[in-house]
């Protein structure tokens, strides 16, 4: 089914390592460029047909549009139209979340996930992706679609770390994890269009380990 090519197996192996031992990982080139290249012309189609939606944050039933917090704009995957690219990049995913339950034993079960389009001058201000409204979410996945990004094009994925700030430039093929209890985080505004699929691979309901 390889359309894409995929990326070695070793790459999941040290996310898994890197989880384990300090709650994130960046991987440069999960991606291939190819993949990267269709994943990004989907996300322009969708945001030049205006078939993407202001993003909204706050608790469950009462989510706010406050672009001055997060200002970007979404369409979750299962929503879009079917695509080979699409299916690829959820059998990454798919690999990447057997890779993490065979090592750590997170007994993850399932996978959502959205593109982003952050336009110039947006940003997302420090949040956790684990809060009371969707306390399944156990690690986040970024990844980015942003072919040639350079230094000065701002953007970055900022981890507030307990040993401090560590900042991730969004250069396509990327790919950054964490763990979504913990990891407090902000998007900091790009100079130029910043587009990304964003997902959390959420734990059983019944899953007594993570709490
Ligand atoms: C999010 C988020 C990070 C990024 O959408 O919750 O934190 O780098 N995204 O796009
Ligand atoms: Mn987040």
Redo the contacts with the bound molecule.
Sequence with gaps: MAEFPVPPSTCFERVADDLASCGWSVQQDALSSELVDSLAAQCKRLWQADDLTPAAVGPLGEELVIPSIRG?YTRWLDDCPPCIANDQFLALMEALRVALNRSLFLGLDSFETHY?LYPPGAG?RK?L?RFKGNPLRTV?V?AYLNQHWRPGDGGE?RLHLPQGQRD?A?RGGSL?VFMSDRTV???LAAHRERA?L?GWFRRRPDNPLLC
Excluded: M, Q, T
Aim: glycine residues 0%.
């Design positions: 970007d982003a997302y949040h992706d986040s970024v994925l991730i969004p950054a985080h902000e998007v990304s964003v």
